[in-house]
């Protein structure tokens, strides 16, 4: 595996996979790398010639108080995994190569952005969409694998890729989970045992209200109102979101839920917050 850290470094290398005819796989991630991360590796070698992996902890997409500093980072350990899953070229550029001068311009996806995540942390979307856009611009990558862990991010990046055309296909990767359940999440090594513990019940509360979807419920409150009930009864999770949406616009269903939908929970523990998804109908 090569490592690369300069953007002209990495178009050269492209260059030259295009000369061969190759197809090129791309996995943006921020490191500190989980199994999560790895399945989107495999399933990038799985479809192309040349698997390309970032790992760059992006300013643009932290807000002031949240924790850009102290977001957990394994260099040597990452470097490892991404090359034992089928990563050929490793791209670690600095803040200073990524942004050589603050950003002027910005990709905000605005539809999309309003509710779920974009409630407690209003301009973290226009830093993804912003980032993904320039790593789309250096690497030119035939396809880009992203997680549906991060459901609202996955939309907004096919929304986005949508509107302004840009040639790659986005490829959702399914969410990798413990054996409890618990959603794989570099930010896990904040929670205190106490959070780690009750934190299954994110996951529980979703397959919950998929049961109740396929046992015919389709009130948006009653779903809601139970998934609240689940995590909101641990002592060591607070609420942040529960809500059932569109796959695709991710427009709320305020009374009746349609028959694609995709339930989506959001918890404050401690000085982590857990998020989690899931299809309610059997749609994928
Ligand atoms: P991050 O490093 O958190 O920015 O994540 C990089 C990519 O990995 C994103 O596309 C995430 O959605 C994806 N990802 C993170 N956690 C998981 C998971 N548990 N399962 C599958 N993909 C994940």
Same mark, same amino acid.
Not at 179 to 196: C, H, K, Q
């Given at each position: 595996?090569?490592?690369?850290?300069?953007?002209?470094?990495?178009?050269?290398?492209?260059?030259?996979?295009?000369?061969?005819?190759?197809r090129?796989?791309?996995?943006?991630?921020?490191?500190?790398?989980?199994?999560?991360?790895?399945?989107?590796?495999?399933?990038?070698?799985?479809?192309?010639?040349?698997?390309?992996?970032?790992?760059?902890?992006?300013?643009?997409?932290?807000?002031?108080?949240?924790?850009?500093?102290?977001?957990?980072?394994?260099?040597?350990?990452?470097?490892?995994?991404?090359?034992?899953?089928?990563?050929?070229?490793?791209?670690?550029?600095?803040?200073e190569?990524?942004?050589?001068s603050?950003?002027?311009?910005?990709?905000?996806?605005?539809?999309?952005?309003?509710?779920?995540?974009?409630?407690?942390?209003?301009?973290?979307?226009?830093?993804?969409?912003?980032?993904?856009?320039?790593?789309?611009?250096? +690497?030119? $990558? %035939?396809?880009?694998?992203?997680? =549906?862990?991060?459901?609202?991010q996955? !939309? #907004?990046?096919?929304?986005?890729?949508?509107?302004?055309?840009?040639?790659?296909?986005?490829?959702?990767?399914?969410?990798?989970?413990?054996?409890?359940?618990?959603?794989?999440?570099?930010?896990?090594?904040?929670?205190?045992?106490?959070?780690?513990?009750?934190?299954?019940?994110?996951?529980?509360?979703?397959?919950?209200?998929?049961?109740?979807?396929?046992?015919?419920?389709?009130?948006?409150?009653?779903?809601?109102?139970?998934a609240?009930?689940?995590?909101?009864?641990?002592?060591?999770?607070?609420v942040?979101?529960?809500?059932? +949406?569109? $796959? %695709?616009?991710?427009?709320?269903? =305020?009374?009746?839920v349609?028959?694609? !939908? #995709?339930?989506?929970?959001?918890?404050?523990?401690?000085?982590?917050?857990?998020?989690?998804?899931?299809?309610?109908?059997?749609?994928?």
């Amino acid at each position: 595996m090569e490592t690369i850290a300069r953007v002209a470094a990495l178009r050269e290398r492209v260059r030259e996979a295009r000369r061969q005819g190759q197809r090129v796989g791309f996995v943006p991630t921020m490191g500190f790398l989980h199994d999560g991360h790895l399945s989107l590796m495999r399933a990038a070698r799985a479809a192309n010639d040349l698997v390309i992996a970032s790992i760059f902890v992006n300013p643009t997409q932290f807000a002031p108080h949240e924790d850009l500093d102290q977001y957990p980072r394994d260099a040597e350990g990452d470097a490892l995994k991404c090359a034992e899953n089928g990563v050929q070229v490793l791209f670690t550029p600095t803040p200073e190569e990524m942004y050589p001068s603050p950003t002027a311009t910005w990709v905000s996806v605005d539809a999309l952005t309003r509710h779920l995540c974009a409630q407690t942390r209003p301009t973290h979307f226009r830093g993804v969409a912003t980032v993904v856009t320039k790593l789309f611009n250096m +690497v030119q $990558p %035939d396809a880009a694998y992203f997680g =549906e862990k991060d459901y609202q991010q996955l !939309a #907004v990046i096919r929304r986005m890729v949508l509107d302004l055309n840009m040639p790659v296909e986005v490829v959702g990767c399914p969410t990798g989970r413990e054996p409890d359940g618990v959603a794989m999440s570099s930010r896990n090594a904040y929670l205190t045992s106490e959070a780690r513990e009750q934190a299954p019940s994110l996951y529980r509360s979703l397959q919950a209200a998929r049961a109740a979807f396929a046992a015919g419920e389709r009130d948006a409150g009653t779903l809601r109102m139970q998934a609240r009930q689940t995590i909101g009864a641990q002592s060591a999770l607070e609420v942040d979101y529960v809500d059932v +949406v569109d $796959p %695709d616009s991710l427009v709320s269903f =305020e009374q009746r839920v349609g028959e694609r !939908a #995709v339930m989506a929970v959001a918890a404050f523990a401690g000085r982590a917050r857990l998020i989690d998804n899931l299809r309610l109908d059997p749609g994928q």
